[in-house]
């Protein structure tokens, strides 16, 4: 019984390593877990995206990098690692919120490949922020931007757990429809995952949790007005806003 439980949780981290990143993982073996039994292991798969930036920066800056320069380079690693994958949500919530009248209208802007006025604007803006977070830390305490970069990545990813078991799906279809209904166990199980990783960086686990959860739960509140739930794209969105909160908080406890 314990092997077949410990097989069941490697499964789910396994797919939520191939659901939230672009890196080459072997094929799931059957039979598979659902998105929402993996919820949990999102917070690990988001260790992955962090530690691997993180090196990259310790790396650049060791070979005397300037920070700002460094800290883009390890942003743009963490975009690579993930294939867009949030920073496409984000876009497309913007567009979509606030390109359509009617629900209707939103859901269908947010499925458009073609990205407006809105989403460019808000992928400038959550680059660029995060990349001046990690640039200022970088800059003042590298050990202390590469906690950053792994706790943020941890815990911007057990967010997306909140809207998942938090909101209904928007849409019959797509992957908010399948992510939809995460038991709240799990997803407390991945925020235990996430906020003991945090103290153990050294993070302020308090202040980030205050700052990301007004953020999540504002996000959430719109997402219920605007089209009547959560979709990928919102999941996206949630990622990328509870990592730009966490970096400001840095930021401002570094000051």
Known sequence: M?????RARLSEAHLAVLLLTRLPMPRLADPAPT?????????????????????????????GLPPALAAGLAVTLQVVITGALHED?????ADGFWGGR????????MRDSRIGSYGVTALVLSLGLRWQGVA?????SP??????????????RAACGVLMAGLPAARPDGMGRYASGAAWQRVIAGGAVAIGAAFGLG?????????????VAGLALVARAKIG??????????QQLAEIGGWLVLAAALS
């Open 229 to 238: 739930g959560q979709t990928g794209d919102v999941l996206g969105t949630a």
């Open 2 to 6: 314990a092997r077949g439980w410990i």
């Open 203 to 215: 993070l302020p686990v308090v202040p980030l949790l205050i700052v990301q959860g007004a953020l």
């Open 89 to 93: 949500g984000l876009a497309d919530v």
């Open 102 to 109: 009617e629900v209707a209208r939103r859901l269908e802007i």
């Open 143 to 156: 050990a202390l931007a590469m906690a950053g970069l792994i706790g943020l990545a941890i815990l911007s």
């Open 35 to 63: 998105l929402a039994q993996s919820v949990w292991a999102y917070p690990l798969a988001g260790l992955v995206v962090g530690a691997i930036s993180a090196l990259a920066l310790f790396a650049m800056l060791a070979l």
């Open 136 to 140: 200022a830390l970088a800059a003042a």
